[in-house]
């Protein structure tokens, strides 16, 4: 639970500044130094506040979703705060200007450097759990006062407010926000509520599932972080054709490696758990429809956002995360973290529909434009893996 909550927090504090970074700044041609100078007061300024409001409220959070947590680790975490909200805000900087491949290094850094100290923390100093913490907090500052001085020295930081960018930052952000929040929980409140309803093993089993059908998301997620910041610099007819175009080939790809995943899934889990964790491999099976119905979900709403229409999106993800929460309350106690993973399934593809739905109104695309791949770009894929093959090329 210590390892998602800085993230979850941190989604409280955003108000969809990361998003607004690239769209004022494709969209609306703001300068950078000045988008990222007032991001460095907010980061800092929300991240702080938050920080405080959790420490005000820690013994609900120590009794509620915190539940069994050692309180000593608490302040430990809330100093990530924060670092945590600044790292997105620099985050949505590199987007805007297309950097990726500083954008993906800061996005595998923390992850890398964090395994390592976890390693050295529990195996050789044989810290413990704060030592754990002690090393997820180190790394994560260290790892964001890097990413503000790569940015400061591109575009100059400086410690200037600009209002009326402010506003404008702050009111197209405020939309995202709801957008950002709503779907973010809806994506992990399955988690708190097997805590709530069940007991930490199980957690821990679900989380295995969690973790590994989510890697099939990685693909969408990617893919959406390179397409936004295009899709917001261009006309909306051509944005529609683009964003139709990656739709149908993320699902396609996505759904290949979901096949994938069902067939050598539940092997996987056996040789990389053990048998102990056999009892993630229902869950995750049971999921997996809603891991790639959330591919399509994952590039639709970077179209509406990039052209400032995020309330479908809002709706869509408050409409999920509805269903998810109330599936959970009568699925958990019956069938427990399988109970979970059907609601997940379910609200996962209702998202995805909603906003295929409207899409397809709004653009003019067809259904089978959108979601399913043609005869030439299957001909591509083909010609591509043939290519892996040695000696198959030349054939």
Same mark, same amino acid.
């Given at each position: 639970?210590?390892?998602?909550?800085?993230?979850?927090?941190?989604?409280?504090?955003?108000?969809?500044?990361?998003?607004?970074?690239?769209?004022?700044?494709?969209?609306?041609?703001?300068?950078?130094?000045?988008?990222?100078?007032?991001?460095?007061?907010?980061?800092?300024?929300?991240?702080?506040?938050?920080?405080?409001?959790?420490?005000?409220?820690?013994?609900?959070?120590?009794?509620?979703?915190?539940?069994?947590?050692?309180?000593?680790?608490?302040?430990?975490?809330?100093?990530?705060?924060?670092?945590?909200?600044?790292?997105?805000?620099?985050?949505?900087?590199? =987007?805007?200007?297309?950097?990726?491949?500083?954008?993906?290094?800061?996005?595998?850094?923390?992850?890398?450097?964090?395994?390592?100290?976890?390693?050295?923390?529990?195996?050789?100093?044989?810290?413990?759990?704060?030592?754990?913490?002690?090393?997820?907090?180190?790394?994560?500052?260290?790892?964001?006062?890097?990413?503000?001085?790569?940015?400061?020295?591109?575009?100059?930081?400086?410690?200037?407010?600009?209002?009326?960018?402010?506003?404008?930052?702050?009111? &197209?952000?405020?939309?995202?926000?709801?957008?950002?929040?709503?779907?973010?929980?809806?994506?992990?409140?399955? =988690?708190? +509520?097997?805590?709530?309803?069940?007991?930490?093993?199980?957690?821990?089993?679900?989380?295995?599932?969690?973790?590994?059908?989510?890697?099939?998301?990685?693909?969408?997620?990617?893919?959406?972080?390179?397409?936004?910041?295009?899709?917001?610099?261009?006309?909306?007819?051509?944005?529609?054709?683009?964003?139709?175009?990656?739709?149908?080939?993320?699902?396609?790809?996505?759904?290949?490696?979901?096949?994938?995943?069902?067939?050598?899934?539940?092997?996987?889990?056996?040789?990389?758990?053990?048998?102990? &964790?056999?009892?993630?491999?229902?869950?995750?099976?049971?999921?997996?429809?809603?891991?790639?119905? +959330?591919?399509?979900?994952?590039?639709?709403?970077?179209?509406?956002?990039?052209?400032?229409?995020?309330?479908?999106?809002?709706?869509?993800?408050?409409?999920?995360?509805?269903?998810?929460?109330?599936?959970?309350?009568?699925?958990?106690?019956?069938?427990?973290?399988?109970?979970?993973?059907?609601?997940?399934?379910?609200?996962?593809?209702?998202?995805?529909?909603?906003?295929?739905?409207?899409?397809?109104?709004?653009?003019?695309?067809?259904?089978?434009?959108?979601?399913?791949?043609?005869?030439?770009?299957?001909?591509?894929?083909?010609?591509?893996?043939?290519?892996?093959?040695?000696?198959?090329?030349?054939?």
């Amino acid at each position: 639970m210590l390892t998602i909550f800085p993230a979850t927090m941190s989604n409280f504090a955003k108000l969809g500044i990361p998003v607004a970074n690239v769209y004022c700044i494709r969209r609306r041609g703001a300068r950078t130094s000045a988008v990222a100078s007032n991001s460095l007061l907010l980061g800092l300024g929300l991240g702080t506040a938050l920080a405080l409001a959790c420490w005000l409220g820690r013994g609900w959070l120590l009794h509620g979703v915190l539940r069994g947590v050692p309180a000593v680790t608490l302040p430990l975490v809330l100093v990530l705060l924060p670092f945590v909200v600044l790292q997105t805000f620099f985050l949505g900087i590199l =987007q805007a200007e297309q950097r990726f491949q500083e954008y993906n290094l800061q996005q595998i850094a923390p992850t890398l450097f964090g395994l390592v100290g976890m390693a050295v923390a529990l195996v050789w100093l044989r810290a413990g759990l704060i030592g754990a913490v002690i090393v997820q907090t180190a790394v994560v500052a260290l790892v964001t006062v890097w990413l503000v001085l790569r940015v400061h020295r591109r575009t100059p930081l400086r410690l200037a407010w600009d209002g009326p960018l402010a506003k404008e930052m702050l009111g &197209f952000g405020g939309k995202s926000y709801v957008q950002t929040l709503a779907a973010t929980l809806h994506r992990q409140i399955d =988690q708190y +509520m097997i805590n709530v309803f069940l007991d930490p093993a199980q957690v821990g089993l679900y989380a295995v599932a969690v973790n590994l059908t989510n890697v099939l998301l990685k693909i969408p997620d990617a893919t959406g972080t390179v397409l936004y910041p295009r899709l917001a610099a261009l006309e909306e007819g051509d944005a529609h054709r683009a964003t139709a175009r990656v739709c149908r080939n993320t699902l396609f790809i996505t759904a290949a490696l979901g096949v994938g995943c069902l067939l050598f899934g539940p092997l996987g889990i056996r040789v990389l758990y053990g048998p102990r &964790f056999t009892g993630a491999i229902r869950p995750m099976l049971l999921m997996l429809p809603g891991i790639v119905m +959330m591919s399509l979900y994952m590039i639709l709403t970077r179209n509406f956002t990039s052209r400032n229409r995020q309330g479908v999106n809002i709706v869509a993800a408050g409409v999920a995360l509805s269903v998810n929460v109330g599936l959970n309350c009568v699925l958990i106690p019956r069938w427990g973290i399988s109970g979970a993973a059907i609601s997940t399934a379910v609200s996962y593809s209702l998202a995805a529909l909603m906003l295929l739905v409207v899409f397809v109104r709004e653009s003019g695309h067809s259904v089978a434009e959108t979601v399913l791949v043609g005869r030439e770009e299957i001909g591509g894929y083909v010609r591509r893996a043939r290519g892996l093959v040695p000696g198959a090329a030349a054939e």
